[in-house]
């Protein structure tokens, strides 16, 4: 009977372990950023800058120039996600945002093409920051 109660409790061991850092990666694409929205082009065809928060270069690009206007923006991303952004977001407004990889894409855009960063975020916005 012994061997059962040690299978038992061996497995329960590694279950909350597993859950442990299934919830610590969770939590860890949650963290609270903030960007300003930089270049609003045709077809949401979107370029924003990432002004706080860790800026991880797997996920947004250092420096990217927009070959349209020469301007050149730090820590920049595009979004994947056009139609989930609030009515009232518009060019230069500063708002915090979580990465929500999990959100799908449930829009339809245009496929005018206007350039943005290479790299695409899905993401949440929290709040507008007002001035």
Do not use: H
């Not at 949650?30 to 928060?53: D, H, M, P, Q, W």
Request: hydrophobic letters at 35%.
């Amino acid at each position: 009977m012994r061997a059962p109660i040690k299978t038992t409790l061996l497995f329960s061991m590694l279950s909350l372990c597993m859950s442990c850092s299934n919830t610590t990666a969770l939590n860890k694409g949650k963290e609270k950023l903030k960007a300003r929205f930089e270049v609003a082009g045709i077809c949401s065809n979107y370029t924003f800058s990432l002004i706080e928060g860790m800026a991880d270069t797997s996920l947004v690009a250092a420096s990217w120039t927009n070959p349209q206007s020469d301007s050149t923006y730090t820590n920049a991303f595009g979004v994947k996600n056009p139609c989930d952004l609030p009515e009232g977001l518009k060019v230069g407004d500063e708002f915090y945002f979580e990465i929500d990889s999990n959100r799908p894409n449930r829009c339809m855009v245009c496929m005018a093409y206007y350039p943005t960063p290479a790299k695409k975020l899905n993401i949440k916005v929290l709040e507008i920051v007002k001035e």
